[in-house]
């Protein structure tokens, strides 16, 4: 299809309470809107967000899933590392299993 724009996100943080998230993304966008393209995001201090979780009156099961989501992500953080998620037709993927999708941008 043709492409019907481009975002670049060179640098996006956010900071709040434990919760430190970064990402940087190259997407293109089709006809219909849809994104395609990578996402690299990365998080700090994992250890407190989970800590700060254990409080939260969390599901069990959703909290052994955040939990592990959030180690994957703390550990491919290091060193100033990136996690790169791949979009494809308006969802985010890992290693082949779709995580989120995103709406069409029009």
């Known amino acids: 299809a043709t492409l019907g724009g481009k975002a670049d996100v060179a640098q996006l943080l956010l900071n709040w309470g434990p919760l430190q998230f ?3 993304a190259d997407l293109t966008l089709d ?6 393209g990578v996402i690299n995001v990365r998080l ?3 250890e407190d967000l989970i ?5 939260s009156g969390m599901e069990p099961e959703t909290f052994a899933q955040a ?3 959030i180690t994957l992500l703390d550990g ?3 060193d100033g590392g990136f996690l790169p998620l791949t979009v494809r037709d308006g969802e985010i993927r890992y290693l082949g299993q779709t995580l989120a999708e995103i709406p069409p941008a029009f």
């Open 76 to 78: 491919a953080s290091e």
């Open 44 to 46: 700090d201090d994992g």
């Open 22 to 24: 970064g990402a940087t």
């Open 31 to 36: 006809v219909d809107g849809r994104a395609d």
């Open 67 to 69: 939990s592990m989501a």
């Open 51 to 55: 800590e700060a979780m254990l409080g």
